[in-house]
Nanobody
Framework: QVQLVESGGGLVQAGGSLRLSCAAS????????MGWFRQAPGKEREFVAA????????YYADSVKGRFTISRDNAKNTVSLQMDSLKPEDTAVYYC?????????????????WGQGTQVTVSP
């Protein structure tokens, strides 16, 4: 089992920045990729970004490319999401997720473990 705990959400004005962190514990050696997803009210959970645990290869949704940056610290078992130039449409609950293999890096159904989520609200 892998446990994930997110932190860093909050309220920010459009154009501002937030940094989300995800602390992983448990059988972290089994993790192949870590991802961030988000879900706005009434919408499907959508892929935001992902990073492979060993090589640090990154993947981004088109909607956040150039504004968000995902990174990982293997020594601390943490994954971060730096969010810049935030827009009101970025408002959502953000979830950290871990996948043991490459079942589908951009697909929520491919991930094995999930955090509890953290709210990000961007005001106009």
């Amino acid at each position: 089992q892998v446990q994930l705990v997110e932190s860093g959400g909050g309220l920010v004005q459009a154009g501002g920045s937030l940094r989300l962190s995800c602390a992983a514990s448990g059988r972290t050696f089994s993790v192949y990729v870590m991802g961030w997803f988000r879900q706005a009210p009434g919408k499907e959970r959508e892929f935001v970004a992902a990073i492979t645990w060993s090589l640090g290869r990154t993947y981004y949704a088109d909607s956040v490319k150039g504004r968000f940056t995902i990174s990982r610290d293997n020594a601390k078992n943490t994954v971060s999401l730096q969010m810049d130039s935030l827009k009101p449409e970025d408002t959502a609950v953000y979830y950290c997720a871990a996948d043991r293999d490459a079942k589908g890096i951009t697909l929520a159904g491919g991930y094995d473990y999930w955090g509890q989520g953290t709210q990000v609200t961007v005001s106009p």
